[in-house]
């Protein structure tokens, strides 16, 4: 019920000061950082990321941690949402300023949605005895693990794996497909990276490292534009449509793909480990 509120009620009520931004053509087709006033969009983003927090702790203290990052995630679905389309984004303003600020954008929402998802998953841990184990852990442990190279090898397959599924399926410069492929390219995070560090440490992957995938992800998104078309070339590949997948994605839908997909891309991941042993074990006896 709280995530369904989330997404119909809580969620459209709570972005509208977004429509406050604008762009250099005061026009909405912007991001936090990119657009007329970025101190502005600081300003709203700060005050989404607490009210997600906010919200998804509630829900997991009434319900459970998945339910928490869900609810939060749907919140971050419509802050992306109501924010403008990349494609416009970089015929207003084109250079490698605009792709230098998204990257510093993705990065800051991805800290963002991860300290979210260990404040859920810490709190919603504390009331419940079964948690997900396809979230972070309620603690920074498992965030020290990510100095591991197997375990930074993982994330470096997951995030690229989530950058070719945001490029295959961001296909045009809708807002719904763009947040559509943050979701699913979450998903494919999330599954590869615990497979993969699964396969190449024999044991399980740290909990934080298919989010760290997908912040990565979302970081290194707006860099492709430096080397393809090249930062002077943004406005004429915007003109003409080419703009590869990763950089028609707004560092908001990274975020809230993080929180909607990431899990359910552990989960898949989980199952499939788990019935693997299942049948090696019954093949052992």
């Not at 693990?145 to 809708?174: D, E």
């Not at 719904?176 to 993969?196: D, E, K, M, N």
């Amino acid at each position: 019920m709280l995530p369904v509120l989330a997404l119909f009620i809580v969620g459209p009520v709570i972005t509208l000061p977004l429509a406050a931004l604008r762009g250099v053509d005061a026009g909405h087709d912007v991001s936090l950082l990119v657009g007329a006033n970025p101190l502005l969009g600081i300003l709203l983003g700060g005050t989404l990321l607490l009210a997600a927090a906010v919200y998804g702790w509630l829900s997991a203290r009434l319900i459970d941690a998945r339910t928490g990052t869900l609810s939060a995630g749907f919140l971050l679905a419509w802050a992306a949402w109501r924010t403008g389309s990349m494609e416009w984004l970089f015929r207003l303003q084109p250079g490698s300023g605009t792709l230098i600020r998204l990257s510093v954008e993705s990065t800051i929402l991805g800290v963002g949605a991860l300290v979210i998802c260990l404040l859920i998953v810490g709190s919603g841990r504390g009331r419940h005895e079964n948690p997900h184990a396809d979230l972070p852990g309620p603690h920074l442990g498992s965030l020290k693990q990510l100095a591991n190279p197997q375990v930074l090898a993982g994330v470096g397959v997951g995030a690229l794996a989530a950058l070719v599924i945001a490029h295959l399926v961001a296909f045009n410069p809708l807002r719904g497909q763009a947040l559509v492929a943050a979701v699913l390219a979450s998903i494919a995070a999330g599954a590869l990276t615990r497979l993969v560090i699964g396969a190449a440490a024999n044991r399980e992957a740290p909990s934080a490292s298919p989010y760290a995938a997908v912040a990565l992800a979302g970081i290194v998104g707006p860099v492709i534009g430096f080397i393809t078309p090249g930062a002077a070339r943004l406005d004429d590949a915007a003109l003409h449509g080419t703009l590869l997948g990763p950089l028609l994605v707004q560092p908001l839908d990274w975020a809230a793909g993080m929180l909607i997909g990431t899990p359910i891309g552990l989960a898949w991941a989980g199952a499939a480990v788990h019935k693997a042993h299942d049948v090696e074990s019954a093949s052992s006896r």
